[in-house]
């Protein structure tokens, strides 16, 4: 199937998939019996860039594409290296665009596409489905601000897990072929 291209200029459809790329952060040390949290993490949804504006992808017209999945793939792995501390990315938090843009509750939000333009001599560095989601009216705090996309995507989204390597995917079944044939010629 050939590579969806979105047109910057037109807005985003109410039935496209947004996706928040979920980069883990170390946890804490010694809470080994500590109960994982419900849902997402704000910090999944705090934007570090000064200008407060939540990044999202674009992963496909009307549910994931695998295509635009494998497009973003290099950028993510990119992404995840750069920070202070590398990140393991996790996948994406996914909603429909309708759901930000008419939340269930609380005002509407402001979804725009910002492809983002490749740099010369970096092959991996642009993102034509990039976009962002712009700080809600009325707030001034970072903080409050991913508190209320987050509750969006707790609510209407779901995850879309990070692809699994194909090699080692077909490794493990080999392994497993392998530990039958072993466990068979033993009785």
Do not use: C
């Not at 979920?22 to 860039?49: I, N, S």
Request: aromatic residues 8%; proline residues 8%; positive net charge.
């Amino acid at each position: 199937m050939a590579l969806w291209t979105p047109d910057p200029n037109k807005p985003i459809g109410d039935n496209e998939t947004i996706g928040r790329r979920l980069m883990a952060r170390p946890g804490l040390k010694g809470a080994a019996d500590q109960k994982p949290a419900v849902g997402f993490e704000v910090y999944h949804f705090e934007e570090t860039r000064p200008d407060d504006d939540v990044s999202v992808d674009r992963l496909g017209r009307t549910s994931v594409e695998r295509a635009v999945i494998g497009y973003l793939k290099p950028r993510v792995a990119i992404a995840a290296a750069s920070f202070r501390e590398p990140r393991v990315f996790s996948g994406w938090a996914m909603v429909r665009a309708r759901h930000i843009r008419q939340p269930t509750r609380g005002k509407p939000l402001i979804l725009i596409a910002s492809p983002v333009e490749s740099i010369e001599g970096q092959p991996d560095s642009g993102n034509r489905f990039h976009a962002h989601i712009e700080r809600p009216q009325g707030i001034d705090n970072a903080y409050w601000s991913a508190l209320i996309i987050r509750e969006i995507f707790n609510r209407d989204g779901s995850v879309v897990a990070r692809p699994p390597k194909v090699a080692w995917t077909l490794f493990v079944r080999w392994i497993k072929w392998q530990l039958r044939l072993i466990i068979s010629n033993r009785r």
